[in-house]
């Protein structure tokens, strides 16, 4: 039968079929998760496949820290007090209480490892933090015991604010189980635990401090968090137990890169194939 060729006339009909659609297959899986070293090589092929170099990536994730405050915050009276280390956890705490002192907030840092060097990106911040008239002072000097939970902080503002904000930048997804957080940084965890029992508020960065990125392990001194700000993709870890329970609520904020970076660099995820044991055959006598 010669087919109608009038644009009006129905491509689909009885007497003109559709061909069958083949099944449908997924093409890939998206990833949901990162691991410790998936996490370094998607920073690696930031700067040398997108050109944005650390300071730019670290200038956004510490921008996504300071809005996370604010919220968590609630009245700019409310004090907050950001734990830095050494790394890039550090270096995003300095970027945020920047941020934050320029915004009018009352911001303080304590700086967790005073006595090591810090990378050239992290002293830049940490610079610029003190030109801010930002104060940095060793962690060992933080008192927990100053704040009392249920204190209103309220004076202009439509609602209370929190006793107080804690930042969690003192190590990220460098800790691995296998080696225990040292007695120092313990010491310091502990009067983050204390303030978290009084009332404080506390928002860890990319992942809290003790719980290990890839296996979900927790250190005995590992940081409890409200809030969780993974960049990129969460990390492993803070998706198993008990290193889940740790995290509290988990938020992903864009730090400038593209959405789908990690499947861009890493490539899509490799289906496991279960290869169940085949069962013997009962033997009936």
């Known amino acids: 039968m010669r087919r109608n060729e009038s644009p009006f006339w129905p491509q689909k009909s009885i007497l003109n079929p559709a061909p069958p659609k083949e099944p449908y297959e997924p093409v890939r899986r998206v990833r949901m998760t990162l691991t410790r070293e998936e996490q370094r090589a ?5 700067g040398k496949d997108f050109q944005l170099p650390v300071s730019i990536l670290m200038e956004h994730a510490g921008l996504a820290v300071a809005n996370a405050c604010v919220v968590v915050a609630k009245a700019m009276t409310t004090p907050i007090h950001f734990f830095a280390g050494k790394g890039m956890n550090g270096g995003d705490s300095y970027v945020a209480a920047r941020i934050l002192k320029a915004w009018g907030y009352t911001v ?12 050239p990106v992290v002293k830049n911040n940490r610079e610029a933090a003190l030109k801010f008239g930002v104060k940095i002072r060793p962690a060992s000097e933080f008192d927990p015991a100053i704040w009392q939970a249920g204190i209103s ?34 010491d310091i965890t502990k009067k983050i635990e204390e303030g978290h029992v ?42 198993l137990q008990p290193g889940k329970s740790k995290a509290g609520q988990v938020r992903v904020p864009t730090i400038g890169l593209p959405i789908n970076i990690a499947d ?10 279960s290869e169940e044991p ?4 009962e033997k009936t006598e």
Request: proline share 8%.
């Open 108 to 119: 303080t840092i304590w700086d967790c490892f005073p006595n090591e060097a810090h990378s």
């Open 198 to 239: 009084r009332g404080a508020r506390v928002i860890a960065i990319d992942i809290p401090t003790g719980v290990d990125c890839d296996t979900g392990e927790v250190d005995p001194g590992a940081i409890s968090a409200d809030l969780t700000l993974s960049f990129v993709l969460p990390k492993k870890g803070i998706t």
């Open 42 to 46: 998607i920073d690696r092929a930031a």
């Open 153 to 186: 902080r309220m004076i202009h503002e439509k609602e209370p604010g929190m006793p107080c904000v804690l930042v969690d930048g003192i190590i990220g997804t460098g800790y691995e189980f296998s080696r225990p957080l040292p007695q120092g940084l313990c």
């Open 278 to 281: 085949e069962k013997e055959e």
């Open 264 to 273: 861009i660099v890493l490539g899509p995820v490799v289906e496991e194939v």
